[in-house]
């Protein structure tokens, strides 16, 4: 790393990719304290997601690399102004009635004023190096800011998908899940454990993919085996992990003929309710081969509504959907927490609210 704080960033928000892109971007950037840089350019230029650059942007601010500057653009022209630092934006827009550019007579409003960042933290990088490597990134592009199409530019990065980022299996992952897959009909004998522990197993593995999440089997109460625990460090806007809360729970029935029934439903609702107050959220997944008997789906609606506890299930269905169609797990999580809070009945494969329109 160019810029060695960016690693606590990295920590904090677990967008690996785009905090090595940006990264390298600054360090290369030429006139680097000159160079105003704003979240629609730099998420355009690095094709990034608006809402993570956002994010990552904020954290850059207090490490003190970026500072905040404010970009009035003309009403008029769509041109850039005014440049100027927060203390003194106020006094300079109240005298801007006159656009130099296209020389209309212009009041500045509020929505006129984009933040933008500069980079004030020189890179830990020798002078030589920056300028190779800066003809090799930016080759005789012109990077000159440009201001017009900022809202377009902002909307259509939002397309973008955040969970992405955070839930990206490599190839040798996606192999392993399949081999775990295929090991849920094994032989196991009398061994219910061991054909258990092949379901517990592709679970964690499943979870452990997702950036700031820690997996393990490993976890008993005084009164209870807990088959899968999951400690999630992120609150993320915009994705699941905000669904999610700190940690949850995930019961796994590798139960080739059996639909998991009310029973199980309670068990691990009863279980939730001993760890959680009255206003926390907490998600609990069943894990199971079948999908589960059509009751499960109007006593989930029912625990969400008395105590916040959403019990959601994931079935072989769901597992090759990820495993063998690669669907986001994060996508799918959301898809079936925001099921039960709005209480939606429609197919999923109907409404494709989280679901890629390229996939099914
Ligand atoms: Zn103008």
């Known amino acids: 790393m160019y810029y060695p704080e960016l690693l606590e960033v990295i920590d904090k928000t677990g967008a690996k990719e785009a905090i090595e892109k940006i990264d390298k971007y600054f360090a290369f950037l030429p006139n680097r304290s000159e160079n105003i840089i704003t979240i629609s350019n730099l998420a355009n230029r690095l094709e990034l997601d608006y809402s993570i650059i956002g994010v ?76 190779i490597e800066t003809s090799k990134l930016f080759g005789s592009e012109s990077h000159n800011f440009n201001d017009e199409d900022i809202l377009e530019k902002m909307f259509e990065n939002h397309k973008e998908n955040p969970n992405d980022f955070f839930y990206d299996p490599s190839e040798v992952e996606i192999e392993k899940l399949k081999k775990a897959f295929e090991s849920l009909d094994s032989d196991y004998g009398d061994s219910t454990t061991e054909q258990g522990k092949a379901l517990e197993g592709l679970m964690c593995d499943l979870f452990n993919i997702c950036d ?48 998991p029934d009310n029973t199980y439903y309670h068990k691990l609702h009863s279980i939730i309710s001993g760890n959680k107050n009255d206003k926390e959220q907490a998600i609990g997944i069943i894990a199971s081969r079948l999908e589960p008997t059509g009751t499960c789906k109007t006593l989930a609606r029912e625990f969400f509504l008395n105590d ?21 797990l994060l996508e799918l999580l959301q898809e079936k927490i925001q099921t039960i809070k709005n209480n939606i009945s429609t197919d999923p494969d109907k409404h494709k609210l989280y679901r890629k329109k390229s996939s099914s």
């Open 308 to 328: 916040r506890i959403i019990i959601i299930n994931i079935c072989d269905k769901d597992l090759k959907r990820i495993i063998f169609e690669k669907a986001n």
């Open 212 to 259: 700031g999440m820690h997996a393990t089997t490993d976890i008993r109460t005084p009164t209870n085996q807990i088959d899968c625990t999951i400690r999630n460090d992120y609150f993320i806007p915009l994705t699941v992990y905000r669904e999610l809360g700190s940690i949850f729970k995930i019961e796994c029935k590798n139960e080739p003929a059996k639909k």
């Open 56 to 131: 990552i942007l904020k954290y850059l601010y207090e490490l003190g690399i970026v500072d905040k500057v404010y970009i009035a653009i003309c009403p008029e022209c769509g041109r850039e102004i005014l440049i100027s630092n927060q203390k003194e934006l106020i006094s300079k827009v109240k005298e801007l009635d006159y656009c130099i550019k296209c020389r209309n007579e212009i009041f500045i409003k509020s929505e006129d004023i984009v933040v933008g960042y500069k980079v004030i933290k020189q890179p830990e990088i020798g002078s030589v190096d920056i300028a």
